[in-house]
């Protein structure tokens, strides 16, 4: 059964560690990550730093819940 994505957005963040709180409580919001992980170096203040960027997305509910 192919399940129908109703919305779709991101998790992001310049720390691991504040993005990977930005995606578990997306997560516990009914957020699914959707694919895998991009990362993109950006200059901020003269200094290349990693942003991390994660696709989000909520799947229509179906009558068992799914």
């Given at each position: 059964?192919?399940?129908?994505?109703?919305?779709?957005?991101?998790?992001?963040?310049?720390?691991?560690?504040l993005f990977?709180?930005?995606?578990?409580?997306?997560?516990?919001?009914?957020?699914?990550?959707?694919?895998?992980?991009?990362?993109?170096?950006?200059?901020?203040?003269?200094?290349?730093?990693?942003?991390?960027?994660q696709a989000?997305?909520?799947?229509?509910?179906?009558?068992?819940?799914?």
């Amino acid at each position: 059964m192919t399940r129908k994505i109703v919305k779709y957005g991101f998790a992001s963040g310049f720390n691991t560690d504040l993005f990977y709180d930005d995606i578990n409580d997306k997560i516990s919001e009914g957020w699914q990550p959707f694919g895998g992980i991009s990362v993109a170096m950006c200059n901020v203040n003269n200094e290349w730093v990693p942003y991390y960027a994660q696709a989000m997305v909520k799947y229509e509910e179906g009558e068992d819940g799914e």
